[in-house]
């Protein structure tokens, strides 16, 4: 009895020494902006892979021009932040249409994706953040 238990000490340190794999994360994240004229959604989803080191993106604007998620560069930025960076065509806009490159900043521990956009011919960088939840959303591939 005394192996046994001796063993399954054992195992359990080699475990939990070993790193666990992260499992693939969903981030829905409600944005609040700091300008009012719909630039950023207020709904964005974040999709991440650490060991695939893959990244995707969703929100109103991406599904109005697409329809699909956006596959992002993986950029780890630190142990707890990712940049996500994309850029979208064809945005209807009063003007006619418009191109918007996005930057954002997912803070993973704390829950909360900061976002910035650059809309091209615009002078204004509308901006924004909030708070985010794990989600059951699966980017497909």
């Not at 046994?4 to 790193?19: N, Q, R």
């Not at 700091?34 to 999709?47: A, D, I, Q, T």
């Not at 991406?62 to 064809?90: E, F």
Request: aromatic share 8%; charged share 25%; net charge positive.
């Amino acid at each position: 009895m005394k192996t046994l238990i001796k063993a399954a000490a054992a195992i359990t340190c080699l475990f939990g020494a070993a790193p666990v794999v992260a499992a693939p994360v969903t981030y829905d994240c409600e944005i609040t902006s700091y300008e009012k004229y719909g630039w950023l959604s207020p709904r964005v989803l974040v999709f991440v892979d650490h060991e695939e080191k893959v990244t995707g993106v969703m929100d109103g604007i991406i599904a109005s021009v697409q329809k699909t998620p956006m596959i992002v560069p993986y950029d780890q930025r630190s142990k707890n932040r990712l940049k996500l960076k994309w850029t979208v065509n064809n945005i209807d806009a009063r003007s006619g249409s418009a191109k918007a490159s996005y930057s954002a900043t997912m803070d993973e521990p704390r829950m909360k994706l900061s976002i910035t956009a650059r809309v091209h011919g615009y002078d204004n960088r509308p901006s924004g953040s909030g708070p985010c939840k794990r989600s059951n959303i699966k980017l497909r591939k």
